[in-house]
């Protein structure tokens, strides 16, 4: 027994299985150190800084539509599912404003940024399409303003160019206003559903529109003409 036992160090001892234990051993040391390393990290790394955000409402279940005063960044409108909602101190209180206009779901709101009392909303209920609603007095009351529109409206944008001046995406084109809603014309993408339309703040005659069917188109002459932007 005491043999055998002095062949087996003798065996470990051996620099052909030496230097392999070592190294095995080495490995294992540093392979534990690295992963302490690690550890250590991830328990320093500093917690991500959290985003300021909180819930102010208005709790009327969906809010679709959010849009605030140029000037007055205080107040700030949301359209909902039961009409417009405002608050006049930053979203802190609100209330419903929808006087003269159905309790519906807004599909669209605007603010004009020449005459900020002036607000535009598009309502829809359920599957029946109500048009277009104009307030003159920053959403205190509201009228009907769809003569000639298209009633199926998914977006409005109104054109710093003249007062009154507004545009419609609607289920069958764009529609265009210059009289603050007493007449609307198509002016472009006749027959096509367009989901959106926007301008350059910076050349307000240059409009964007975004047709369903086959992407953006730009006007350059203040919806007179239309042409693709791919």
């Known amino acids: 027994m005491e043999e ?14 030496a230097r392999p234990l070592r190294s095995l051993r ?25 985003s300021n ?6 709790s009327t279940g969906r809010i679709v539509q959010i849009r605030y005063d140029p000037p007055d960044a205080a107040v700030v409108y949301t359209g909902t599912e039961y009409g417009v909602f405002k608050s006049t101190d930053g979203g802190a209180s609100w209330f419903s404003s929808n006087r003269g206009a159905p309790y519906a779901y807004v599909t669209a709101l605007a603010v004009d940024p020449l005459d900020t009392q002036q607000i535009w909303m598009a309502l829809s209920s359920g599957s029946i399409c109500l048009g277009v609603f104009h307030s003159t007095d920053g959403g205190s009351h509201w009228e009907a303003a769809s003569n000639g529109l298209d009633p199926c409206i998914d ?25 603050a809603g007493l007449i609307w014309e198509v002016v472009g993408l006749v027959d096509q559903r367009v989901g959106a339309v926007t301008f350059n703040a910076a050349a ?12 953006p188109y730009r006007s350059t002459d203040g919806g007179a003409t239309w042409d693709r932007a791919a």
């Open 204 to 215: 307000p005659e240059t409009l964007y529109a975004g047709a369903d069917s086959d992407g």
């Open 155 to 179: 977006d409005l944008a109104v054109i710093p160019l003249t007062a009154g001046t507004v545009f419609a995406a609607t289920a069958h084109g764009v529609f265009r206003t210059v009289d």
């Open 53 to 58: 955000w909180r819930l102010v409402g208005p």
């Open 26 to 50: 080495n490995s294992i040391a540093s392979y534990g150190l690295a992963c302490g390393l690690v550890t250590l990290t991830i328990l320093a790394w500093p917690e991500p800084a959290r």
């Open 4 to 17: 055998t036992a002095v062949k087996r160090v003798r065996l470990f001892a051996h620099p052909t299985i």
